[in-house]
């Protein structure tokens, strides 16, 4: 039925307009429980990246430029995540499982973008860790305000730029059915392989960009760190390298987590991961990765925790 279906659609020449998103399969009471914990890491993602946000704009100490990226950092995952979770939730309750075509190109585009942001924001913050720990003297005068800001708005712009043509690209696919995507949001793998169109263009600047963004970014960040751990081993006394080290080792966790599951998704020459897979390491990437960068850099830092003593001894 379903490959008549998609002959008739051929031969009329007509098209899906909208797709219909499957999300997690399983009972009522399994999906109800999963919404829960969706709902609660959200509110809690929010919660925690706005309290960063918060706490560096409040706190003198904190007003240097690490802390001015890890704001834009908090920022964007809280942009990041807002993107998925609502909307996977009414699919897995099944309210609201159906999503335009232009809605799944813009939603496409919105993470990707973002997810390319924060590739940038992270190789900025590695060269950031760099400067400090290898320049220490020369660190103010190198990593003013004025870079700062610079390399900020160069990470958003050159994100949102890197993803225009691979939008562009997915835009002009053509789907004459089936419809169903079997996942919870619009990625790039779902598009492709339900096209009845050449989708080697889209596959071949998905490839370009994954190379341009994700390794070039992964590069920078892992030269930075060489660098910086070798510049850290050289220091003589113990209380010296463990306080370098404490200074990278949020970020650290962070790249680490944040690498691991995008090149697994991004860099490959074609879409030939399991979709099922697909969708379990997409849901780390944007519901649970943006839940533990809070934490991550509340409990490893120890400028953040005594902010936060501070802001509960005013209170």
Excluded at 285 to 314: C, S
Aim: proline content about 3%; overall charge positive; some cysteine.
């Amino acid at each position: 039925q379903m490959d008549l279906n998609v002959w008739k659609d051929r031969a009329n020449g007509t098209s899906v307009e909208e797709f219909i998103l499957l999300g997690f399969p399983g009972t009522w009471q399994s999906r109800v429980s999963l919404v829960v914990v969706f709902a609660l890491m959200y509110t809690l993602t929010v919660i925690g990246n706005a309290s960063i946000i918060a706490l560096v704009w409040t706190s003198r100490s904190l007003h240097t430029p690490m802390y001015f990226f890890l704001c834009n950092l908090s920022f964007l995952e809280i942009w990041y995540t807002t993107g998925v979770v609502p909307k996977a939730i009414g699919v897995i309750l099944g309210t609201s499982q159906t999503i335009s075509f232009s809605v799944c190109i813009l939603q496409l585009f919105f993470l990707l973008s973002l997810g390319s942001t924060e590739c940038f924001l992270l190789s900025v913050m590695a060269y950031d860790r760099y400067l400090a720990i290898c320049y220490p003297l020369r660190y103010s005068s190198l990593m003013n305000s004025v870079l700062s800001v610079r390399l900020a708005l160069s990470s958003w712009l050159g994100g949102f730029l890197a993803i225009s043509l691979l939008a562009f690209l997915t835009s002009r696919l053509t789907f004459c059915g089936p419809d169903v995507i079997n996942h919870f949001l619009c990625d790039i793998d779902s598009c492709l392989a339900l096209s009845c169109s050449d989708t080697w263009p889209v596959e071949l600047a998905t490839f370009l960009v994954s190379i341009i963004v994700v390794v070039a970014s992964c590069v920078v960040t892992l030269i930075s760190y060489i660098y910086i751990i070798s510049s850290i081993l050289r220091i003589q006394s113990v209380h010296g390298r463990k306080k370098a080290f404490s200074t990278c080792s949020a970020h650290l966790s962070v790249v680490t987590i944040w690498y691991g599951s995008t090149i697994f998704l991004y860099v490959k020459p074609s879409a030939q991961n399991s979709l099922d897979l697909n969708k379990i390491v997409n849901t780390f990437n944007t519901v649970v990765t943006p839940l533990l960068n809070p934490f991550i850099y509340t409990l490893r830092n120890k400028e953040v925790k005594l902010a936060l003593r501070r802001a509960f001894q005013k209170k």
